[in-house]
């Protein structure tokens, strides 16, 4: 059945075929699907205000006439509710306990695989809808992901680090034959070491960052000549030219300057000289304090991972398999988060973690293992 034939089934229940069993059963997944994200959706935009809640109150909107067009198809045969997919249901439950960037993560992951465009059941619009759905979401998380950027990725970069350097740190230590004293002392200064050494160097990139933006950043004085300038000649045209503008978009800025100085709608000339040349915290990076100390932090818990073992008296093959089993599971945490907020495969982003670091642990192992020095 082609899909507008479909369509005209949708509209024309009474003269539509029978549907077989399996179109049923596909039909009620996809009617309890769409209530369940349309009650996800509805369920973010309680806890926004203004522009996102209304972009997420239309996307809910749209699901509702997705599961008003399954119920049609199904007429008499819609039978109990049924029970949504079990990731649209994970993403209902972390809607209404979670921050909002997770779940936008994972819608726009889950909107991006559009079933409807196989199927000849459903209509082409739906399935046209559903691929704008991904990209409206994917505009939404990619706002909260700029908004926890800095913090975030100093977080996650320290723990990951920690967790690979102390992991093949130690390793490489128990492949020299070591004792699992040296190993325990190996760690935590390895820990200490990159924990500061880590901190210290988001400090110096955040703060490098925030002072090449303040350097290409309009001078503060600049808008004090403003109003000074000759309207026909329109030199301010030339400086939003500077800044990347093409002459018909700088002649137009520069007249919106000028047109609004004029009418007492700029008071603060500086700030109607800017006019959009000034960049954001979050285009900045954050604050150098703050990924320092995220950095610090978070290395030190990834770094403390692969110690805990010989920390609790654990020696031998036996404390090497139990840091192992933990920096993995570790590993994978992070990736599968890294995986979620990236609106990808959680699964594949946890196992190239895994493979990574544990690739680089065993170079390490064997690379001590050549020189077998045996230190007691």
Request: proline share 3%; with cysteine; aromatic share 6%.
């Amino acid at each position: 059945m082609s899909k507008e034939k479909s369509r005209e089934s949708a509209q024309n229940p009474a003269e539509a075929p029978q549907p077989s069993r399996k179109q049923i059963n596909r039909w009620r997944q996809y009617l309890a699907n769409e209530r369940a994200e349309g009650a996800v959706y509805r369920e973010l935009a309680r806890k926004k205000q203004g522009e996102e809640r209304e972009i997420l109150l239309g996307i809910a909107e749209a699901e509702e006439r997705h599961e008003e067009y399954w119920r049609q198809r199904l007429g008499d045969h819609v039978g109990l509710p049924r029970s949504a997919s079990w990731g649209t249901r994970m993403m209902a439950w972390m809607a209404r306990r979670f921050g909002t960037v997770f779940v936008l993560a994972m819608m726009q992951s889950a909107e991006s695989r559009n079933g409807y465009v196989k199927d000849e059941d459903a209509t082409e619009q739906m399935a046209a809808d559903e691929a704008i759905h991904a990209e409206v979401i994917r505009g939404l998380a990619a706002r909260g992901r700029a908004q926890m950027s800095g913090d975030f990725r100093a977080a996650i970069f320290g723990a990951n680090d920690g967790l690979v350097s102390n992991t093949a740190l130690v390793l490489g230590m128990v492949g020299t034959g070591a004792s699992s004293q040296v190993a325990l002392v190996t760690g935590l200064a390895g820990l200490l070491a990159g924990a500061l050494s880590m901190a210290a160097g988001e400090y110096i990139s955040v703060s490098s960052q925030q002072e090449l933006m303040k350097a290409s950043s309009p001078s503060p004085t600049a808008g004090k000549s403003v109003m000074e300038l000759d309207v026909q000649e329109n030199e301010l045209e030339l400086v939003y030219r500077a800044r990347g503008m093409n002459a018909a978009e700088a002649r137009r800025k520069a007249l919106e300057v000028f047109d609004a100085l004029e009418a007492g709608e700029g008071e603060d000339p500086q700030a109607s000289f800017e006019m959009g040349m000034t960049r954001s915290e979050e285009e900045q990076g954050g604050s150098p304090i703050s990924a320092a100390i995220s950095s610090f932090f978070l290395f030190s818990l990834g770094a403390l991972i692969p110690v805990v073992p010989y920390i609790l008296g654990l020696t031998g093959s036996t404390a090497a398999v139990v840091a192992c089993v933990l920096v993995g599971i570790a590993l994978m945490v992070t990736g599968g988060i890294v995986g979620v907020l990236s609106g990808t495969s959680p699964l594949r982003r946890a196992l190239r973690q895994l493979a990574i670091g544990f690739g680089a642990a065993a170079v390490t192992y064997l690379l001590g293992s050549l020189f077998d020095v045996s230190v007691s």
